[in-house]
């Protein structure tokens, strides 16, 4: 079955650095987009980015120019690098696909950035 696997949260400093890391499974990798979400709490689930097979990149705002969206389709892994991290990108991360026209979100790994 679809899975999706997320690791690599933790705590971290404000202007400090993380890479979240999504293994996938049970689908074929390379003929999907993968997506990074995130949510803090009491707010509404948000795309932070997003990469296409061919491997063009899109970003939220408020992100670009600070994290990088990556995959490696011989590992089945895509990857979020976050640079200069802030209080306010604090929320559990999500990776994500549609496989087969349905959504697939893994567990979620926890980031929190604070002093």
């Known amino acids: 079955q679809v899975q999706l696997v997320e690791s690599g949260g933790g705590l971290v400093q404000p202007g400090g650095s993380l890479t979240l890391s999504c293994a996938a499974s049970?689908?074929?990798?390379?003929?999907?987009?993968m997506n990074w979400y995130r949510q803090a709490p009491g707010m509404q689930r948000e795309l932070v980015a997003g990469?296409?097979?061919?491997?063009?990149?899109n970003y939220a705002g408020s992100v670009k120019g600070r994290f990088t969206i990556s995959r490696d389709n011989g590992k089945k892994s895509a990857y979020l690098q976050m640079n200069n991290l802030k209080p306010e990108d604090t929320a559990v991360y999500y990776c994500n696909c549609n496989v087969r026209g349905l959504p697939r979100w893994g567990q979620g790994t926890q980031v929190t950035v604070s002093s």
């Open positions: 990469i296409s097979t061919l491997g063009s990149t």
């Open positions: 049970g689908f074929i990798f390379s003929d999907y987009g």
